[in-house]
């Protein structure tokens, strides 16, 4: 099969150019700069990338990609709950859908996070519009090595003491494995009862973002010994608002945290699935 991805500077987007990739599935991937994106890339590049800008509707279909079987796209904007961000990804995807109808592709798998689900109308309007064979995918926080939650984590572990309140890290959620997200991504793909559907997916575990944390420092830093102090949500805030609202790492893992990222994986009736425990994954890379 013949796959087109988009969205390379999602943290999926980039790492499904190197573990996407097998006899079955031959990978390409367009990108706004080619250079600076595998300059960036650590993994070995499965993937043959192509440097298109969605944003300048310069998706030409003459530029050597093949006719496709499917495509996957992965959010290109921090969150869906921004009228800006909101028209900037609706010009990104219609660009994008009109890319691979020209090479002779409907079967779209849009990937979004947990956190866009009440502002999808938009997204699945314009895939109606242009009659796709589509999958929306809503995922919970995807983990492994580089991840944004790793980093984060990493950041906090060297101080003495970490905050954190019931609304900005004692929330619930199913982190799932990149490698288990990547299998489960190609393993959707022709599932008939997955064609014109939203699919909410989550790992294996439930657990909480601060005691995932202490999980990730005494298995990955090998680090025990640290004072973990309970906030009110109001006092949080206050002390962290500037971070909160600013444009940047910390303001996109607070923003993830505080959603509730509980699902059924409802989808297990049509697609047997096998996750990977969470121990198993923070050891894996």
């Not at 190197?18 to 990978?27: I, Y």
């Not at 006092?235 to 600013?246: E, H, T, V």
Request: proline fraction near 3%; glycine fraction near 6%; charged fraction near 25%.
């Amino acid at each position: 099969m013949d796959i087109l991805i988009s969205g390379l500077n999602n943290y999926v987007g980039r790492r499904c150019t190197s573990l996407m990739a097998d006899e079955d599935f031959r990978l390409f991937a367009i990108t706004r700069n080619r250079k600076l994106f595998e300059e960036r890339m650590a993994d070995p590049i499965r993937a043959r990338i192509f440097e298109i800008d969605l944003l300048k509707g310069d998706a030409d279909g003459n530029i050597g990609l093949p006719y496709l079987d499917a495509s996957y796209y992965f959010t290109q904007v921090p969150a869906l709950d921004d009228m800006v961000n909101v028209r900037v990804e609706l010009l990104c995807l219609r660009n994008f859908i009109r890319l691979i109808k020209r090479l002779n592709c409907d079967r779209l798998v849009y990937v979004a996070r947990i956190m866009d689900k009440r502002c999808l109308q938009p997204i699945l309007d314009l895939l109606e519009e242009f009659n796709m064979d589509y999958t929306v995918v809503l995922k919970n926080i995807v983990v492994g090595e580089d991840c944004l939650i790793y980093d984060i984590y990493k950041q906090v572990s060297g101080y003495k003491m970490v905050f954190y309140s019931r609304q900005y890290g004692g929330g619930r959620f199913q982190p799932i494995g990149i490698h288990d997200f990547i299998r489960w991504l190609k393993a959707i793909l022709d599932v008939p009862a997955f064609h014109h559907n939203v699919l909410e997916i989550g790992g294996g575990d439930v657990i909480s973002t601060v005691d995932f944390y202490r999980l990730y420092r005494r298995l990955k830093l090998k680090l025990k010994s640290q004072w973990m102090i309970s906030l009110p949500n109001w006092l949080f805030r206050l002390i962290y608002q500037r971070k909160i609202s600013d444009n940047t790492e910390a303001a996109e893992f607070l923003r993830l945290i505080q959603v509730d990222g509980v699902v059924d994986n409802s989808w297990r009736a049509n697609l047997p699935f096998t996750f990977t425990p969470l121990k198993e994954i923070l050891l894996a890379e």
